[in-house]
Every structure is written in structure tokens, then in C-alpha cells.
């Protein structure tokens, strides 16, 4: 290594540190390599940002979830893939996801940042094959692909053989290489479902809600299964689960491939109404929560009902609730003018600062300070 070589080496570690700092976490080895090897790295479909604009908060905008910590964005899409970290996500590997900026939307990616960079070779081959003539891609320069895979000990095998040859085959080889890969454990499941293999369909989605117990799309549908078969009772219990999950971290029917005649609509809103049209079927207890009236009675979509909940659960030291239901009101107050977007703001750095969570706390101290677009 020579002693250009050396000094760029001492700098990226220098900004680690710096970010660590920053997103007050410890970034997993895989991270450090890549970042070590290569300053600005490149993994299609992944451009991921260079380590000093991370620090300066790139990817962050004015709503968005605290728990989000953005790396990167997706090449000719639009939004950013990053790390979804929590306190119980914190304690083991960090999920990756991906975060549609235009609807406010994140699902799960990867498991880890291991399974995320395997995760980048499926996909930028599948969807960039047609511009391989002769194997030769041009999204990605092959003697230094070559070596980065060696740097982050990535079988090089990934890269032999035929591509996947239609989204079924890429979601097998995805949970192949990524046992917990909820996305595509979801979408195996809609392929046995409209085969009629319910019964495979829902092991698929079980095995998925295990692996992401916070991604509010998969109890939706296992719901929608036994809605189907007329077990109403236990599709109440799966609509419940959904709005209990906060609203960003669910997204539109029309994501999943369930027939035509499925609703197109936010996951949210149609486990609102189904739970208002099967209320007899719901528990005393589900009907006793002040969630239930929020969803049932009032408008879910309305900020002030999601930030009185909020305050509701603040005051009964439910603490846990009231930080879903702001983050609920956040995200959909975030574009609106007037001091509310900024007193929810106000109010999860209060919580986050009784609870003992820095970090959440100082990344929504970041984030009060970003530029606001407004409606």
C-alpha cells in the first residue's frame, strides 16, 4: 500500500468514526470494509453516498422516521436504501430497508448489510442484463467488482451462471442467500396463493412476520387469507396487529400480487375499515383500547386524532404508543405549514429523552433543523 493509499485508508476511517458518531451506533464490519476499500462505493442497484455526506445528514428529510439511517440511493429510481434500527433491532444484525421519499413508505430489504450486498448482485444483474453483451456489464467495471468481492468475502460464484429468469426465481435465489428476507418470503407467498396453495402461502408469510415483526404489509396478508376463507375472528386479530404498526411502515395493496379484483389502497386504510365492518368478531379488549375508537370511529388519517392519542398514552405512561401515535401524526402533518409538524418534533425528542433513547433523540433534534417542503 502505498502512501496515497494509506492516507485515503486513514481518512475513511476517520469519518467512520464520525459517523458512528453521528447515527450513534456501531456499523457492522461489512460496512467498515466497504467504506475502508472504496470511498465512494458502487453496488447496482445501490449508489451509496460518500462517508462525509452521510455525516451531514444526506438521505435525512423533514419527516422522516428516526429509526431510518440512510446510506445510499436507489440508481434510476428514486429513494434510499439504509439501516431500520431500533432498540430490539439494535441488540442483533440491522435490517436493511428501502424508503420510498415520494409516498413516505419503507419495507424491508435485507436482513443484514451482509445479505443486502448479495441482495445488490441478484438484483443489478437481473435488471441490468440486457445492457451485459457477452457478460460484460456495463453497470459495473468486472476487474473491480472482482475485487471487491474478495475484500468483502463475497462468493465470486454470485456472479456465474444465467441471471434469474423472472421475479419468482429471484425471490427463490434471494431467500436462498438470505434465509430472513421478509420481502421476498411475502412475494413467494402470493405465487402459491394464486396457485391456490393457501396453506404454503401462509407458511411463507409466517416465516416472514418472524423476520420482521414491525413491517405492517405481511399480517395484512395473512388477514386477507383467512378473510377469504371466512375465519373472521382470526382476520380481526391480524387487521389489529396492522394498526398497530405505524403508518410509514405500511404500504399499498397494489404492492402485492393478490388478484384482480384486490382493493387498491393503503394497507392502513383497509384494515381500518375491515375492522369497522367485522367489529363483532373483534375481542372486548381490542374494542376497550382508545386505538380502536382512533381507527374505527374517528379518522386515522387525521394528524390532530394521532397526535391526541399520543398525548392520550404520553399522560398514561404508555410510552411506547405515544411515540407510534407522533410518528403516526408526523408523518402526516410533515408538509404542512404551521407549528405542529415541529411541536410533534418537540414532543418525540420530550419522550425520547425520558425513555433513555440518544440516539432517536439526537437524530430528531437533526431533523427539526431540515428544510421543510411545503404543500
Not at 429510481?77 to 434500527?85: E, I, L, M
Not at 387469507?225 to 375465519?231: F, L, N, T, V
Not at 399520543?310 to 402533518?333: H, I, M, R, V
Request: aromatic share 12%; hydrophobic share 35%.
Amino acid at each position: 500500500m502505498n502512501e496515497r493509499e494509506e492516507t485515503t485508508k486513514r481518512h475513511q476511517e476517520e469519518s467512520l468514526k464520525q459517523l458512528e458518531a453521528f447515527w450513534r451506533i456501531t456499523t457492522p464490519d461489512t460496512f467498515r470494509k466497504l467504506y475502508t476499500h472504496s470511498p465512494e462505493p458502487f453496488l447496482a442497484p445501490c449508489e451509496f453516498y460518500p462517508l462525509r455526506l452521510i455525516v451531514q445528514g444526506a438521505g435525512r428529510t423533514f419527516g422522516v422516521l428516526p429509526q431510518f439511517l440512510p446510506f445510499g440511493r436507489v440508481v434510476g429510481v428514486g429513494g434510499f436504501y439504509g439501516f431500520y434500527v431500533t432498540p430490539e433491532t439494535a441488540q442483533g444484525n440491522l435490517p436493511v430497508v428501502y424508503w420510498e421519499e415520494d409516498e413516505m413508505y419503507m419495507r424491508p430489504i435485507a436482513s443484514d448489510f451482509d445479505a443486502f450486498l448479495r441482495y445488490c448482485l441478484l438484483v443489478g444483474r437481473y435488471e441490468m442484463e440486457e445492457d451485459w453483451p457477452d457478460a460484460e456489464g456495463d453497470w459495473q467495471e468486472a476487474e473491480d467488482l472482482q475485487t471487491l468481492l474478495e475484500v468483502l468475502n463475497i462468493p465470486q460464484t454470485l456472479l456465474q451462471g444465467d441471471p434469474p429468469r423472472n421475479e419468482t426465481e429471484l425471490y427463490e435465489r434471494i431467500v436462498r442467500l438470505d434465509p430472513q428476507s421478509a420481502l421476498s418470503l411475502c412475494h413467494l407467498g402470493c405465487v402459491h396463493r394464486a396457485q391456490g396453495n393457501t396453506e404454503h402461502a401462509l407458511d411463507f408469510y409466517y416465516r416472514a412476520s418472524e423476520a420482521c415483526p414491525w413491517f405492517g404489509d405481511i399480517p395484512y396478508l395473512i388477514a386477507d387469507i383467512y378473510r377469504d376463507k371466512g375465519q373472521w375472528e382470526r382476520a380481526v386479530q391480524h387487521y389489529w396487529s396492522i394498526v398497530q404498526t405505524p403508518l410509514p411502515l405500511c404500504t399499498r395493496t397494489m404492492n402485492w400480487d393478490l388478484g384482480e379484483d384486490h382493493p387498491e389502497a393503503d394497507i392502513y386504510e383497509v384494515a381500518a375499515d375491515m375492522l369497522n365492518q367485522l367489529q363483532k368478531h373483534a375481542t372486548s379488549e381490542m374494542k376497550a383500547s382508545p386505538l380502536w375508537r382512533a381507527v374505527t370511529q374517528e379518522d386515522p388519517y387525521d394528524p390532530d386524532v394521532r397526535e391526541a392519542l399520543g398525548n392520550l398514552y404520553c399522560d398514561q405512561n404508555e410510552l411506547p404508543l405515544a411515540e407510534k401515535e407522533y410518528l403516526n401524526a408526523l408523518s402526516l402533518c410533515y408538509a404542512e405549514r404551521g407549528q405542529q409538524p415541529l411541536r410533534l418534533y418537540d414532543a418525540l425528542i420530550g419522550l425520547y429523552e425520558r425513555t433513555g433513547q440518544s440516539r432517536e433523540a439526537g437524530l430528531t433534534r437533526h431533523d427539526r433543523l431540515l428544510p421543510r417542503t411545503l404543500l
